[in-house]
């Protein structure tokens, strides 16, 4: 017997004297989301402070140059742009190199640049949470992951209230990584550390369109 | 479950040690009363936290009791994904999939990201004894594997280590597994936390296989669900070319929007944060992003011979949150190590002694690592009644061999309560003898003795008492009249 047929056969004799299962549908009397739609925004920049993420609120005509002063401010000279970035995102970055993920980057070429500039799938207010889908202006998991600096980019249309919310936005298909600010331990002494392997540093841009 | 705990020593005798362990009980003071304060502060701000604990409850207890279906749509789901599947009934069988999947790559070397269910099994001792060097990478578990220790608690496996310890296991331990510790490490967190990173990560970009569990599968999508803090999860899931991920079987929710449910319960129990730092999902391989390569290893070892006891199949619906630890009287004062388990605590004194069965003492001894105080029923977001749980296994390790003298105490003493005239003649007797009776006790009572008064008997009993003042009829008696 396959130890398929075991376990499933174990399951099984376990569950023959268990009760059938109500047909009732679950009860979901839980909350879709604990804030306003007017206070979604100004939360997500509360919650994504908190947990120690820089973050600025700009127009659509600001990002080009806010894009440009904090690359500038940070002093990188090497950034990693994934595919599908539009362009004018990096109109007024002058004096770094940008590097682009096709043909793909190596490891070590990622781990020698300074940072990644990438845009987001969704944003969740109520946690301060990021969602990356490796879509356009996102590219595959390891730009956001070996460069020390994350600038992300966050349009307010994508933010939404609560975890529920932003889940029925996400294609669960697709790789997700969701980023509560910068990569942190408080295994020592329970002492909150920042930037343990992930990026030390997440900046966020939240576009008000 | 692993061997690692074999030969220790039951539960009593090895709190003993703890409780004398001045360091210890401060560490352990402070780590878990520092992580309830913030558990309680971020439950507070949801005002739905009764109704997502119970759905977090109604939909664990469903999927359970579908438990085989829901298996195979994962399995169905991860397979069409591009992933393979893998049944272990046990932990050897377990060890021998992955240990045999390492090997097919050719690797000697794998990155681990931390994982209760991998250390159930003992698989870096089973990857050791084939020649595979197995590294953990989350921060705690490095303390844990530096220092040849064993973890103490669910979510902060170092909690017993304090910082000058910590820097102490470096400078000691470091250079023999990788990049050593710089000579001026001093013990602030900041700084011992880049020693890790530094250490760590040369292995990370270097690596070609990762093993890893889950705290979730979607069986509608097959997609898996870690949740971590550091980045090393993200290190382990994205850069290595083969992923071989070892998920016990209750690991499994029925739909993607199930998860709305756990990804809000899970961070605040566990971490007292809104959110963790870092949540990896992903559905079998995706061309140029990951592992191409993609290994699920579902893991009974027990977990059905939970599932079969009517008032213990409730354990399942662990989430491994470790908030009933945090709450624990009995477990801020022992400490992690005497359970004897991977998994301490409340939540370990019901799981280990159902997954490994009651046959030795420390097993056996578990049920009774409580004061049946209830604290980490309240806080558990899965609602399991673990008190409840407890008080069960208590009366199954009660009928088995090696418990005569309690037995016969308690038919000695069904005997007398079944007769009004022979209590009133035990309690006179007893009543009579009060100054005899010792302090300790002699033989197999003396365990009872030993932390525990005997309640002196009263030189009267109430009987007696209220035939004296009232006489036989019950009247009372007007003797100042």
């Known amino acids: 017997m396959t130890s398929r047929a075991t376990v499933l056969g174990r399951i099984r004799a376990a569950l023959a004297d268990a009760p059938a299962d109500t047909a009732a549908p679950l009860d979901r009397t839980y909350r879709r989301r604990h804030t306003d739609a007017d206070n979604t925004l100004p ?99 390891a730009l956001t992951l070996v460069p020390d600096y994350h600038l992300c ?14 889940l029925g936005h996400l294609d669960p298909t697709r790789p997700l990584t969701w980023i509560s600010g910068p990569s942190a331990t408080s295994d020592i002494e329970l002492n909150r550390v920042e930037g343990v392997h992930g990026p030390r540093t997440l900046e966020v841009l939240v576009v008000r369109d | 479950m692993t061997g690692t705990f074999l030969g220790m020593p039951p539960f009593p005798e090895a709190a003993h040690d703890a409780v ?45 009791r579908h438990l085989d279906r829901y298996l195979i749509q994962v399995e169905e789901a991860v397979t069409a994904a591009g992933g393979h599947v893998h049944w272990a009934a046990d932990a050897d069988e377990a060890n021998r999939i992955v240990t045999d999947l390492v090997r097919a790559t050719g690797e000697r070397d794998v990155v681990k990201v931390k994982s209760m269910a991998t250390q159930e099994i003992g698989l870096n001792e089973a990857l050791a004894d084939a020649g595979i060097r197995a590294y953990e990478t989350d921060l705690a578990e490095l303390i844990v594997q530096l220092g040849d220790d064993r973890p103490s608690h669910i979510l902060v496996p170092a909690i017993h280590r304090n910082r000058s310890e910590i820097r102490e296991i470096f400078l000691r331990e470091m250079a023999e597994w990788g990049e050593p510790a710089p000579a001026d490490l001093t013990d602030e967190p900041r700084v011992l936390a880049e020693a890790a990173r530094r250490h760590l990560r040369e292995r990370f970009l270097s690596a070609k296989v990762a093993v890893s569990g889950a705290n979730f599968m979607v069986a509608e999508t097959g997609t898996l669900v870690v949740v971590e803090s550091e980045g090393n999860g993200r290190m382990c899931l994205t850069l290595p070319e083969t992923l071989i991920s070892v998920v016990g079987i209750e690991k499994v929710v029925p739909t993607w929007a199930d998860l709305e449910v756990f990804l809000q319960l899970l961070p605040r129990s566990s971490t007292g944060e809104r959110m963790n730092p870092y949540t990896s999902t992903w559905t079998g391989v995706t061309p140029g992003d990951g592992p191409q390569d993609f290994h699920l290893v579902l893991l009974d070892n027990g977990r059905t011979h939970v599932l079969a006891d009517e008032v213990g199949r409730q354990t399942l619906r662990c989430i491994r949150c470790s908030a009933c630890l945090n709450v624990c009287p009995v477990y801020e004062r022992a400490g992690g190590h005497a359970y004897g388990s991977v998994y301490p605590g409340p939540i370990g004194a019901i799981l280990t002694p159902q997954l490994r069965g009651t046959a030795s003492a420390l097993d056996a001894s578990l049920p009774y690592a409580s004061s049946l105080c209830g604290a980490c029923y309240d806080v558990c977001p899965v ?34 309560f079944a007769d009004p005239s022979r209590l009133s003649r035990v309690q006179r007797l007893a009543g009579h003898t009060r100054r005899l009776i010792p302090k300790r006790l002699p033989g197999p009572g003396a365990a009872w003795t ?20 009232r006489g036989s009829d019950g009247s009372p008696r007007r003797d100042d009249a």
């Open chain 2, 450 to 469: 030993d932390t525990r008064n005997i309640p002196e008997p009263p030189a009267q009993s109430f009987r007696d008492w209220w035939a004296q003042e």
């Open chain 2, 20 to 64: 004398n362990n001045a360091q210890l009980r401060h560490n352990l003071r402070k780590a878990t009363h520092t992580i309830r304060g913030k558990r309680a502060a971020v439950v507070d701000e949801l005002d739905d936290w009764p109704q997502l604990r119970a759905a977090g409850k109604a939909i664990k207890d469903h999927t359970l």
């Open chain 1, 43 to 141: 939360l997500l920049v509360e919650n994504l402070r908190d947990y120690r993420a820089i973050v600025h609120e700009v127009t659509p005509d600001q990002l080009p140059s806010a894009i440009a002063d904090a690359l500038r401010r940070r002093g990188c000279t090497r950034v990693v742009v994934p595919a599908g970035t539009p362009e004018t995102w990096t109109a007024d970055v002058s004096g770094i190199e940008l590097l682009g993920d096709t043909p793909p980057l190596t490891v070590d070429q990622l781990a020698a640049a300074d940072g990644t500039i990438t845009g987001s799938a969704v944003a969740i207010a109520e946690t301060g949470t990021i969602v990356l889908d490796a879509g356009p202006a996102q590219g595959r998991r």
């Open chain 2, 383 to 416: 609602a399991i009644d673990i008190p409840e749980v407890l008080v069960h296994l208590r009366e199954q390790v009660t009928e088995q061999p090696g418990h005569r003298a309690e037995r016969a105490a308690m038919k000695a003493a069904g005997w007398v």
């Open chain 1, 153 to 166: 980019v966050v349009h307010a249309a994508d933010v939404h209230a609560s975890v529920p919310d932003a």
